[in-house]
């Protein structure tokens, strides 16, 4: 069987909070859970004891996709220093820095 993607396993911990935050039992909040996501009700149990942990719901990932780019070498380096810096992944400031400059563009267009 495939292994639960993180978005998945987000969705699975958000709906097993939701039920007991709406106080549904563990057996009736199992239940739910093993009928709405296909799972073994030994794993609706794993997601509701972690989701007792959780104080909020969580965001749910975007799906990110794999790509490559030429860029030169000094761009890569300061890119790094930069990720490393402010705690991002390097995915993470290129995409922020494309959606800024994309917004920016947009604005003179």
Do not use: C, W
């Given at each position: 069987m495939?292994?639960?993607?993180?978005?998945?396993k987000?969705?699975?911990?958000?709906?097993?909070?939701?039920?007991?935050?709406?106080?549904?039992?563990p057996?009736?909040?199992?239940?739910?859970?093993?009928?709405?996501?296909?799972?073994?009700?030994?794993?609706?149990?794993?997601?509701?004891?972690e989701?007792?942990?959780?104080k909020?719901?969580?965001?749910?990932?975007?799906?990110?996709?794999?790509?490559?780019?030429?860029v030169?070498?000094?761009?890569v380096?300061k890119?790094?220093?930069?990720?490393?810096r402010?705690?991002?992944?390097?995915g993470?400031?290129?995409a922020?820095a494309?959606?800024?400059?994309?917004a920016?563009?947009?604005?003179?267009g």
């Amino acid at each position: 069987m495939a292994r639960s993607t993180l978005a998945e396993k987000t969705q699975r911990l958000n709906a097993a909070l939701d039920l007991i935050n709406r106080e549904y039992s563990p057996n009736e909040a199992a239940d739910i859970l093993v009928k709405r996501f296909r799972l073994s009700l030994r794993q609706a149990y794993r997601y509701l004891n972690e989701a007792q942990h959780l104080k909020h719901p969580m965001e749910v990932p975007i799906p990110t996709i794999p790509m490559t780019i030429k860029v030169p070498s000094d761009v890569v380096t300061k890119l790094r220093a930069y990720a490393q810096r402010s705690g991002l992944t390097i995915g993470e400031t290129v995409a922020r820095a494309v959606l800024r400059f994309i917004a920016q563009a947009r604005g003179r267009g």
